[in-house]
Structures are given as structure tokens and as C-alpha cells.
């Protein structure tokens, strides 16, 4: 796992997104649900998450690639660790009885973004 992950705890939501001010470093911020609800397909390996990806055009700044889908992940901050390296950013949210608003939110800001610079 990335150092940088280990101390993030607690949390409903993790985005990691570009930092709009240094091209090399990536914004990583966790959020907790103000309605949590209650989980939903909870297995033994995981919880249910959302999850929503993206890359970065470099040469225009905007977002390509832009995909969501749920996943069973045992642990998210592991998950992105294999994504950030790869140039993947987005959103990883527990898929709970009221997180569907939150991500319906979420996708309508992500792709707003795919006509606006990012960096």
C-alpha cells in the first residue's frame, strides 16, 4: 500500500484526484457519508464500493476514460494503490442504502469534467 494511505481510517468515500497546482502530485481526501445508511452486499472478502475512474488527457487536461461500476474490495485504500501509480484517478465510495444520491452527485461532477480542464 502507498505510505501516504495507511493513516487515512474511518472513511465512506476516498477521491483521489490531480492536484490542480503541481502536475506531478495527486489530492487525496477521505469523507465520511452525512446519512451513512446501512450496507449493502457486505461479503467475507469485502464490502460493496463504488467506484469511479478516470485519466487525465495531458495534452488537453481533460478527463478520458471516465468509467463507474461496483466492486466487492477488502480493502480500497490498497485498490488505489495499484491505480494511482497507473495514471488512474476518481472516486471509491461504500455502497450503502443511501450512497446512490451521493454517487448520482459524484458522476454529474465527473462528467461536467470531461468538458472543462482539469489541470
Do not use: Q
Request: glycine share 6%; net charge negative.
Amino acid at each position: 500500500m502507498l505510505d501516504f494511505l495507511e493513516d487515512i481510517e474511518d472513511y465512506d468515500a476516498l477521491f483521489f484526484l490531480p492536484d490542480s497546482e503541481d502536475d506531478e502530485s495527486i489530492h487525496i481526501k477521505s469523507s465520511k457519508y452525512k446519512t451513512p445508511g446501512l450496507p449493502v452486499s457486505a461479503t467475507e472478502i469485502g464490502s460493496m464500493w463504488h467506484i469511479l475512474l478516470f485519466k487525465c488527457n495531458e495534452e488537453s487536461g481533460n478527463v478520458d476514460n471516465l468509467d463507474h461500476f461496483d466492486a466487492v474490495l477488502s480493502d480500497p485504500r490498497e485498490y488505489i494503490s495499484g491505480l494511482i501509480p497507473n495514471g488512474w484517478f476518481g472516486l471509491v465510495a461504500k455502497k450503502t442504502t443511501t450512497s446512490d444520491i451521493f454517487m448520482t452527485d459524484a458522476l454529474d461532477k465527473f462528467n461536467s469534467m470531461m468538458y472543462n480542464t482539469l489541470i
